[in-house]
C-alpha cells in the first residue's frame, strides 16, 4: 500500500557490472494501525549481498499493508 520511507540507508561497498547480488529481508515488528484497523505497519531490514557473501548495502523501512483475514489466507 505505501512506505513512509527509508531509513538507515548504509551502502557498504560498490556494486559492479556483473555482479550478483541477493536481498534479505527480516521483520523487526508488525503493528495493526488504530485508526485503520485493515492496515498494518510493518518495520523490515534489509540487507543486500554480492556473490562473495559481502554485505553490500543495509536499510530499514515501514511498509504499510492491507491486512489478511484468516479465511483469506
Do not use: C, F
Amino acid at each position: 500500500m505505501g512506505s513512509p520511507g527509508k531509513d538507515k540507508v548504509r551502502w557498504r561497498l560498490p556494486v559492479r557490472p556483473n555482479d550478483s547480488v541477493q536481498g534479505h529481508a527480516k521483520v523487526i515488528s508488525a503493528r495493526v494501525l488504530e485508526t485503520k484497523p485493515d492496515r498494518g505497519v510493518v518495520s523490515i531490514w534489509y540487507r543486500m549481498l554480492n556473490q562473495n557473501a559481502q554485505d553490500v548495502a543495509n536499510y530499514a523501512t515501514l511498509q504499510i499493508l492491507q491486512r489478511r483475514t484468516a479465511a483469506n489466507m
